[in-house]
């Protein structure tokens, strides 16, 4: 009897090394991992280059940050852009969205790469919805102006833009955020949405409780219907600039709470 068992040893070791073995423990290895890949996307009036905080905040954590540059034209060409560089992640991803970048997410995060959804400060809507709809119901915000052209692109009033957009931010960092603004095409916010990836995704949602730009209640709506684990902290719109640690927590916390296999 004991002289089988060398070959019993022998027969269980070569199983476990054998090519389906292995290919099974690497599986299992890839299951709950921590996502390693965020991809950050901006909303109205303010582009990529705010989210310049989270990205340090997020690399020096060892995440792979990518931030989309949405031209603001349509729902559908913002979704592409997100679309494009979802695509280029070598892994499943947090997808994030800011304000008008909510809407872009939540169309946008059915792509088989998003393992999550975080929504700061952000519209989600629903399939079958538009943006404009959200606001039904809710009070508007008289520091938040806009000011649209003859060919329907918006701005936010100069005047107004701190008070409205970044009253926590230093003078100087508002005055940038106003002078390089991006025009939005006003007619998005009329646009149905066809895909509602927090029903299938989960999410996470940064609300900034002073911010000028939603009504609170609209926010907490928001981020209540689609079951987000909430997050508040004291800071305007710009929250991404002003209070970058928390909502770099935020995906971090989403990227180790919606870590999967790589698909």
């Known amino acids: ?5 060398p070959a019993m040893l022998a027969a269980a070791l070569a199983v476990a090394l054998s090519p389906a073995a292995q290919a099974g423990d690497a599986t299992s290895a890839h299951h709950g991992a921590q996502v390693k890949n965020v991809v950050l996307v901006h909303g109205a009036f303010a582009d990529g280059a705010g989210w310049r905080p989270v990205y340090d905040d997020l690399t020096a954590r060892g995440y ?3 931030i989309v540059q949405n031209p603001l034209t349509s729902l559908a060409d913002d979704v592409r852009a997100t679309q494009r560089v979802l695509d280029r992640q070598d892994g499943p991803a947090i997808l994030v969205g800011h304000s008008w970048g ?8 059915d792509h088989d790469k998003v ?3 975080v929504y700061v400060s952000a519209l989600a809507p629903d399939a079958g919805e538009t943006t404009a709809q959200q606001y039904a ?6 520091e938040f102006v806009i000011d649209t052209g003859s060919d329907g692109y918006g701005f936010i009033n100069p005047a107004n833009f ?3 957009f970044a009253h926590d931010a230093t003078d ?3 005055a940038f955020l106003r002078d390089s603004q991006v025009p939005i095409n006003m007619t998005v916010f009329g646009t149905t949405l066809t895909k509602a990836a927090w029903r299938t995704k989960p999410s996470w949602a940064v609300i900034a409780t002073e911010d000028k730009a939603f009504d609170q209640t609209m926010l907490i709506h928001m981020a209540e219907r689609i079951n987000a684990r909430i997050t508040k ?3 305007s719109h710009a929250v991404f600039m002003t209070q970058p640690t928390v909502v770099a927590d935020t995906i971090d916390r989403a990227a180790r709470e919606a870590g999967q296999p790589v698909r």
């Open 102 to 109: 909510g809407t872009v997410i939540t169309e946008a995060g």
């Open 162 to 164: 701190k008070a409205g």
């Open 172 to 174: 100087a960092d508002a």
């Open 115 to 117: 393992a999550g959804l």
């Open 233 to 235: 902290v004291a800071a």
């Open 64 to 66: 792979r940050v990518s």
């Open 1 to 5: 009897m004991f002289k089988l068992i």
């Open 137 to 142: 119901g809710f009070a508007p915000t008289p």
